[in-house]
């Protein structure tokens, strides 16, 4: 709950570095940058564990269309809509992990994903706009860090399986550096605003250092604390980012969600919250793993001697 009520509260402070002429991709370059460099420099010693693999690659990339995505519409388009646009996530997660991870897609699990659909459907359908498409671009990256999200969360997987030895500080310096490189990138391109003037500046740097070290912080205990949780009981917990960005939108932007827009994020949250009953569900009727043999008790004497001469 700690976790995703910072995510739940991030797009503020990225809100007042824009009114301060940073603009959303440099405040995401920025801020993934210092969060890539605390966790170096607290853990370093788990530098060991980090190995090239291409996977990394690709998940550094995955987290930076996430972060780039999330930030940069928060800061242009109502929080709300973006976020839950970006929690389409069990739609694209199940596409995902069907191709990367050989998942088989059930109907249970085909089902909610055009329920998740579905509640975007009728979140962003209107009579003047026509197609149910998103608005504009914040919206659509929104939609984008929400697909960049899902693959973040299937690689994680993926690299998990690939590199078992592998520390999970070291997969968050390898998602906030992929972050702030890709950002760094898409910063050229975008027009910027007029830069932070003189006396802005502390502030500005006590913003950034300060996010990146609770965004940092905030993954490590995500990453360590998810697993020890119950996969349905943690995809629960994570949807409280709804309600606290739903409060932190109403109360510091003046955002109100129309009832279009309650009835679509309705849709996401219950096609959620089935997910993690239909996990439940699958894992009570799975057989118990049998126990282990001990085959010591089965050997013939000779082969016990033989085998502890061995060892």
């Known amino acids: ?79 709300i809509r973006v976020l839950l646009l ?9 596409i995902f992990a069907h191709f990367i991870l050989r998942e088989r897609l059930t109907r249970a699990g085909a089902t909610l994903s055009l329920l998740s659909l579905a509640g975007a459907v009728t979140m962003l359908w209107s009579p003047e706009i026509g197609m149910p498409l998103p608005a504009d671009l914040a919206e659509w990256a929104g939609l984008m860090g929400g697909m960049g999200f899902a693959m973040s969360n299937v690689l994680v997987v993926k690299v998990t399986r690939t590199l078992p030895g592998m520390k999970p500080e070291m997969r968050t310096t390898v998602i906030f550096g992929g972050a702030a490189l890709l950002a760094s990138v898409v910063t050229l391109f975008e027009p910027m605003p007029a830069p932070p003037g003189a006396a802005q500046l502390p502030v500005v740097a006590f913003i950034v250092i300060g996010l990146g070290i609770v965004l940092a912080v905030n993954n490590i205990i995500v990453q360590v604390r998810l697993a020890r949780v119950p996969a349905n009981r943690a995809s629960i917990i994570m949807l409280f980012e709804l309600v606290v960005t739903a409060l932190s939108s109403w109360l510091f932007a003046g955002e109100v969600p129309g009832p279009r827009a309650w009835a679509g994020g309705a849709c996401i949250v219950v096609a959620c919250v089935l997910s993690a009953w239909v996990h439940r569900q699958g894992v009570s009727r799975s057989p118990p793993a049998p126990e282990p043999l001990d085959i010591t008790e089965r050997e013939p004497e000779n082969e016990k001697k033989s085998t502890c001469a061995m060892v």
């Open 86 to 94: 970006f929690y389409l996530t069990p739609a694209w997660t199940a």
């Open 1 to 79: 709950m700690l976790g995703a009520s910072v995510w739940g509260l991030v797009w503020y402070p990225m809100r007042m570095l824009a009114a301060m002429g940073l603009s959303g991709t440099a405040a995401s370059a920025t801020t993934s940058g210092a969060a890539c460099i605390f966790v170096l420099l607290a853990k370093r010693r788990s530098l060991s564990t980090l190995s090239w693999h291409w996977l990394l690659v690709a998940l550094g990339v995955a987290a930076g269309v996430t972060n780039i995505g999330f930030v940069w519409g928060a800061i242009h388009g109502q929080v």
